[in-house]
């Protein structure tokens, strides 16, 4: 048997009384709704946030970069020039115009965790080989040589992909 806590009174009840009473208020259902429906949303801002924490020196150097930027361009006029208001208009106007594209972006397959690792797999192997078939004069001389390949454990895993790729590419176009 838990002993309970010293500081709820009796009339109180038992803290999942407490929880079940704040659940019977619509306001409170209302919100815990909200919450659910935005989950996805929720995760990934907490991923964001949680990066931008862990990466909060690199920022706040950039930051300050910035502002010495900013400092040097108002002083002597040697530092880089500062767009007009019209031009800072001009860009904002723009940003809303791509609005819906960029919320598209956002709630797409693109920016999810495991399409933006797979793509970056994809890039470094992709810079790799190319380095790779330049540095070593990578030729296939014909079939026989294509077909000698296949043999290769690495050569099996890249195309598996290749292959499956493409399946699933086929569904989605049917």
């Known amino acids: ?3 309970t806590d010293p ?4 009339a109180a009840g038992l803290p999942a009384d407490a929880v ?10 209302a919100a815990l709704v909200t919450l659910l429906d935005n989950a996805e949303l929720l995760s990934t801002l907490v991923l964001g946030l949680g990066g931008f924490l862990e990466r909060g020196d690199m920022i706040m150097d950039a930051v300050a970069e910035g502002v010495n930027d900013f400092k040097a361009a108002r002083g002597d ?5 500062l767009p007009s208001i019209g031009e800072l208009g001009a860009v904002v106007g723009e940003l809303a115009e791509a ?6 972006v956002l709630a797409s397959a693109m920016v999810r965790p495991d399409t933006i690792d797979l793509l970056s797999e994809l890039s470094e192997a992709a810079t790799e080989g190319a380095a790779n078939a330049r540095a070593n004069q990578t030729r ?5 040589s294509l077909l000698g390949l ?5 050569v099996q895993r890249g ?3 290749v292959v499956e790729i493409s399946r699933s590419l086929g569904r989605r176009m049917a």
Do not use: F, K, S
């Not at 500081?7 to 009796?10: N, Q, R, S, V």
């Not at 006029?77 to 020039?81: D, L, R």
């Not at 609005?99 to 598209?104: E, N, T």
């Open 140 to 144: 296939i001389g014909g079939l026989r």
């Open 77 to 81: 006029g040697t530092g880089p020039e």
């Open 159 to 161: 195309l598996g992909l």
């Open 20 to 29: 079940m009473e704040r659940l019977n208020d619509p306001g409170v259902a």
């Open 150 to 154: 296949l043999r290769d454990d690495e």
């Open 1 to 3: 048997m838990t002993e």
């Open 7 to 10: 500081t709820m009174t009796a």
């Open 99 to 104: 609005r819906p594209a960029l919320q598209g």
